[in-house]
């Protein structure tokens, strides 16, 4: 295993932390992340991860956003990290920073989670229009979102 050969190595756990929330193991993932972290503290997508995991998880948003704001520091162009921190915002019941963090995200990005948290924000705002817009680019870039596509059923079940 590569981290007895150098067990300082924050990539590695980076890496490991990867393989853990693929798997679903999101508290070994937040382990293996805080570690990567330990040893770079400036390691900007483990700050994202992290930060993005916590997001999900609904748990430390207050910590989510001093991780996903110093990933944006360190790499301020980067759209992910705008998606998370607007996924942030939409957890927190900020909406309107929430939408404008996802718009500048998707001028960033062309990706898929994007377009569906944007969408989310747009729902949670009334414009269904827009929302449909949306979800329908984010089924465009990844047409195997079973969840997107249940948004857009039930979005149009609403309409009639």
């Known amino acids: 295993?590569?981290?007895?050969?150098?067990?300082r190595d924050a990539e590695a756990y980076?890496?490991?932390?990867?393989?853990?929330?693929e798997t679903k193991n999101r508290s070994a993932a937040q382990l293996?992340?805080?570690?990567?972290?330990?040893?770079?503290?400036?390691y900007a997508e483990a700050l994202n991860f992290l930060g993005y995991?916590?997001?999900?998880?609904?748990?430390?948003?207050?910590k989510a956003e001093a991780l996903i704001?110093?990933?944006?520091?360190?790499?301020?162009?980067?759209?992910?990290?705008m998606d998370s921190l607007g996924w942030l915002y939409f957890k927190k019941g900020k909406i309107s920073?929430?939408?404008?963090?996802?718009?500048?995200?998707?001028?960033?990005?062309?990706?898929?989670v994007i377009f569906d948290h944007l969408g989310d924000v747009y729902f949670k705002t009334?414009?269904?229009?827009?929302?449909?817009?949306?979800?329908?680019?984010s089924l465009e870039l990844d047409q195997t979102q079973e969840k997107v596509k249940k948004k857009l059923e039930k979005l149009e079940k609403s309409k009639r």
């Open 14 to 21: 980076f890496y490991l932390a990867y393989i853990a929330d």
């Open 97 to 112: 920073e929430a939408e404008q963090e996802l718009e500048k995200a998707t001028g960033v990005l062309d990706d898929p």
């Open 1 to 7: 295993m590569i981290l007895e050969l150098t067990p």
């Open 69 to 81: 704001k110093k990933a944006l520091e360190i790499e301020p162009g980067n759209g992910a990290y």
């Open 53 to 62: 995991i916590y997001v999900e998880e609904n748990q430390n948003l207050d």
């Open 32 to 42: 293996h992340l805080k570690k990567a972290l330990e040893f770079n503290p400036d």
């Open 126 to 137: 009334g414009a269904a229009d827009k929302a449909k817009q949306a979800w329908k680019k």
